[in-house]
Nanobody, 114 residues
């Protein structure tokens, strides 16, 4: 079955960096647009950015220039490199299909705080 497993979250100080990873299975990974989403406490889940099968990326304005999405189609992995983190980036981060999300994984918690 379709499965997404996120990892790499943690506690980081403002201005710091984290790299999230997502392992996907149960579908032909290489042909899907993949996305990273996040949900902050009390807020709706939002799309942070996406990457097409050929590596083209799009980002939400709030993270543009700070976050970078990449993928490894041979290993069914997608990454989110987060730099210059801000307290407002605190959220649970999820990966999923970028166009029409499927079943959600457990996500990985990112907390940006001093």
């Amino acid at each position: 079955q379709v499965q997404f497993v996120e990892s790499g979250g943690g506690l980081v100080q403002p201005g710091g960096s984290l790299r999230l990873s997502c392992s996907a299975s149960g579908f032909i990974f290489s042909i899907y647009v993949m996305g990273w989403y996040r949900q902050a406490p009390g807020k709706q889940r939002e799309l942070v950015g996406s990457i097409s099968r050929d590596g083209s990326t799009n980002y939400a304005d709030s993270v543009k220039g700070r976050f970078t999405i990449s993928r490894d189609n041979t290993m069914n992995l997608v990454y989110l490199q987060m730099n210059t983190l801000k307290p407002e980036d605190t959220a649970v981060y999820y990966c999923n299909w970028g166009s029409f999300p499927g079943p959600w994984g457990q996500g990985t918690q990112v907390t940006v705080s001093s």
